[in-house]
RNA sequence: GCGCCAAUAGCUCAGCUGGAUAGAGCAACGGCCUUCUAAGCCGUAGGUCGCAGGUUCGAAUCCUGCUUGGCGCACCA
């Protein structure tokens, strides 16, 4: 907001330097404007003069005094006198700005304005980016590595709509092959055990007490009347319907909707499965070996070539995946997004080179992988099996710490990172658990405005505010924080990072907290003052709630 | 054996395209409530950024090698 302001300026001072034959335009789009670390270093700093430096000395071969450069860029950087109160020279070259404090309050006036939708991009024109995540198969209850998927895709899903694209999110699924056979057979031989049965439990059957509830469930309805049953087709049947029920009803209470549900079926029902295989046999990328069908992934720098139909007839998951992709093309989306688990790595150059082979732009594809999660209860490890059903079920997380703990969590590191997600904390009411200490932070703001109307110091109109009387080094310090959101909600969003507003709102919360400490907002004796502050407090509470927002955890108004 | 990810304070982690003396939060220690929620704040202490080289004005960040942990390496998904 100011810093591009600011960078506009800087950008035509370095242009009139190059037209004035200061320097080239060689370092152009190079230099960057950054918020330095350290007081005293400005509000912002210009490592220009130091990028002008090696490229000049690269292009004449001369040497060139980085700080002699910064002197002549900052004769023309400092005739704004409007942004800027003080420019200087710093260190090997550095160009430190000191804004001129007027400028902070500027964005007030924005917050008022654009309310919910501050920090938030207009609509990009026909952008459409499709974001596919979970894709869980209706095996048994959403766990743990799935809610870190699920709310790390919806708040990307959330952050891509916040800077203007047409979001579409996508589900994934596959109620054929053979995890589902043991699926349908587990729910029999369940079924049977509970009629007293003879009943033969298989080897790798999912043992989850769901499947005894499901199995429980058909007695219910249809008394021993499947007993005969020989196709577990059947059983099958019912225990999806079941499971997909309650991973549903999971993510309906995590507030997630999904625009598509995919089925890996419509691949074969359609004819595309086939299609691609002979698109790809007619490009001399396919071939048969050990009655199998492979792929040349070895063409696409892959170490060997993968097979894609096995021996069976049956295609490997590979052949599906890349053909699901292959779909999402043709429905035209300008950019794909994948949330998948670590354990999936194998798959995503596979289907990168599926597409490429079939003439797609694989760099339109963007996949997100994300590193497992360890709960953790008074100190220890929480150990999960999925095989032995001993693993965590995201409902069972959310009854015990709530739903805005565990997306805040979930979000807390960024994706490339394992996730340790502490129990104890979460459920803590107090500033060790960040949930609380920015939902506090906002309940905290919120109340003073009913104190306002007690104490009769109301804010006013905005308009009428004088801004000028905000003068403490906090103040303007949350002001300035408050103008950063727009390019923070830019820069999480390209990166498919929203671990970067969590902690955005903890620095944001802390400054809230810090402030209400040291100052009154509320003095009855300096209504002007206090008028501000309000208009300040306001604007800080909005952002406070659309960056909660954005990570789909509720700002409460109170506590 | 090969590939991907990680390695930063006692613990959990930030650090965006390399930048100036390394950043939080917990935990530890010491303070702050007659005033808008102390569910909070302030202060202190704490570090060879896994190890070794290299690239350059400048490296936690980029390159190479190594060590340790996680996840993969199927005609499972």
Known sequence: MIKSQLQQWVESCFDKG?????????????????????????????????????????????????????????????????????????????????????????VLAVVDTEDNTFGFAAKKYGQRVLVEFVSANPTGPLSIGHGRQAVLGDSIARLLEAVGYDVEREYYYNDAGRQMRVLGASTQARYLELLGEES??????????????????????????????????????????????????????????????????????????????????????????????WFKTSEFGQEKDRVIIKSSGEPTYRLPDICYHREKFKRGYDWMVDIFGADHIATVPDVMAGLTALGYDASKVTVVLHQFVTLMRDGKQVKMSTRKATFVTIDELIDE?????????????????QLEFDLEVAKEEGKENPVFYVQYGHARVRTIFTKAVEKGVEPGDFSEADFSLLTLPEELKIMKAIGAFPALVQGAAADLAPHRIVFYLRDLAGQFHHFYNEYRVLDPDQVALSRARLWLMICLSKVLRNGLGLIGVSAPESM
């Not at 200061?22 to 670390?37: G, I, M, Q, T």
């Not at 997909?244 to 993510?251: A, E, P, S, V, Y």
């Not at 710490?401 to 990172?417: E, I, P, Q, T, Y």
């Open 18 to 106: 190059v037209a004035q034959g200061l320097w080239s335009s060689a370092a152009a789009n190079s230099y960057v404007l950054e918020e330095p670390k350290h007081e005293g270093q400005g509000d912002y700093a210009c490592n220009a003069a130091m990028i002008i430096a090696g490229r000049e000395k690269k292009a004449t071969g001369k040497k060139v005094n980085p700080r002699k450069v910064a002197e002549q860029f900052v004769e023309l950087l400092r005739l704004n006198t409007d942004l800027l109160a003080k420019v200087e020279i710093a260190g090997p070259g550095f160009i430190n700005f000191f804004m001129h404090p007027s400028v902070w309050a500027q």
């Open 200 to 293: 033969q439990f298989p080897e790798d059957g999912y043992q989850g007490d769901y499947i005894r509830d499901i199995a429980q469930s058909i007695i219910d309805d249809q008394g021993d009347g499947m007993q005969d049953v020989t196709d577990v087709l059947l059983f099958k049947k019912v225990a999806e319907k079941a499971i997909f029920k309650d991973i549903d009803g999971t993510l309906t209470r995590m507030g997630i909707k999904f625009d598509h549900y995919y089925n890996e079926h419509t691949l074969y029902d359609d004819g595309h499965i086939d299609e691609v295989v002979s698109i790809l046999r007619d490009k001399g990328l396919v071939y048969e070996k050990d009655d199998a069908t």
């Open 401 to 417: 710490v709530g739903l805005d703990a565990v997306r805040f969590f979930f979000l807390m590191r960024k994706a490339d990172s």
